[in-house]
């Protein structure tokens, strides 16, 4: 990696408030032109991402729900969303450095969450697929559940999405992990000795075994009342999905059995 690349790697993005994607399609074909215009430098667009000549990435943040707004109905617990008791359950198993997942946590995820968590209507979990695409995809996954046993589960996956580079590019190496995490305000040293020591390797590890018993393949998959759904679907399509779910509920004993693990 260069002395620009490092830096930009180092510098940690903050999630930011969400926008419309009309606007990001709008404000991309503005930047495309203007680089045309500046010396037809060749820009190839990996939506959601934008990557340069020179190999660099640089993610669009677009954050779903950091912290449960007062009287919002959302209760953060551990990797979870929503009510418990919600009819739908959604399982989200997922890859930290997986584009695909990028692009379902910037585009598809907060209107889930607007419209079905908020409501009462689903229930989220979130599960690691482990090493699926590289070691740093484990790394990062394990850094999640560390800033998870310190209530800060769902801000420091934002920011692990906000701070995307590419796949196997450094952008999860441990340094920047750290760094993650003092921007959230974790116990710097704790979640040190939890990533150091591997706290949370074995739960990584489960989180694929039950992937592999579902017949996982691919990233992001998605279990909507134990019915498997693969891809980064726009919400319309998650959307016929979940309203199927909700005409079909799964038996109260059939919906316990799917979150015991």
Known sequence: MDENNSQQATEVQKPQPRSSPVRWVLAGCGLFICLLAAGGLTLFVLFPTLRDAAGKFTATPKVPITEPESGSGVTLKDNTMGDPNA??????????????????????????????????????????????????SAAAAEAAYCAADQGKFWEYRDTLFSNWTGENAGGFNEEHLRKFAQSVGLDEIVFEQCLALGFNKARVERDVESARSYGVRVTPTFLINGKLVEGALPFEAMQREIEDALDHRLPDAQQGMLFQE
């Open 87 to 136: 009819p739908v359950k959604i399982i989200e198993y997922g890859d930290f450095q997986c584009p695909y997942c990028l692009r379902f946590w910037q585009l598809t995820e907060p209107k889930i969450i607007e419209t079905y968590v908020k409501t009462g209507k689903v229930f989220f979990e979130y599960r690691s697929m482990g090493a699926f695409i590289g070691p740093e």
